[in-house]
């Protein structure tokens, strides 16, 4: 079965960081480039992240770049976002999202595979 599997969200303060990891089982995320993206009650899904399937290619929304960093280990099938300096708007879901040669990096129809998602709540 083919799935991807997010772990790592959690209730942080604000100023402080979390760790998501998207483990891929049943094929390898080698070939796949991977976004993140987020969700927050009443407001439209929002793309995040994304790193190419070479790793050499990374880009970030604009209300996280300078926070976030993506990261990919293909060794251990997962692909790591990084999060500093959270504020209470990047409270949502976060999904990862698998799609092959992916010409719009925030746009959810390039992708193929998707995680359930994980719950990040930033708040005192």
């Known amino acids: 079965q083919l799935q991807l599997v997010e772990s790592g969200g959690g209730l942080v303060q604000p100023g402080g960081s979390l760790r998501l990891s998207c483990t891929a089982t049943?094929?390898?995320?080698?070939?796949?480039?991977i976004a993140w993206f987020r969700q927050a009650p009443g407001k439209e899904r929002e793309g995040v992240s994304c790193?190419?399937?070479?790793?050499?290619?990374?880009n970030y929304a604009a209300s996280v770049k300078g926070r976030f960093t993506i990261s990919r280990d293909n060794a251990k099938n997962t692909v790591y976002l990084q999060m500093n300096s959270l504020r209470p708007e990047d409270t949502a879901v976060y999904s990862c999202?698998?799609?092959?040669?992916?010409?719009?990096?925030?746009?959810?129809?390039?992708?193929?595979?998707w995680g359930q998602g994980t719950q990040v709540t930033v708040s005192a």
């Open positions: 999202a698998a799609g092959l040669t992916v010409g719009a990096p925030g746009n959810p129809n390039e992708y193929a595979y």
């Open positions: 790193i190419k399937s070479s790793g050499g290619s990374t």
């Open positions: 049943g094929f390898t995320l080698d070939y796949y480039d």
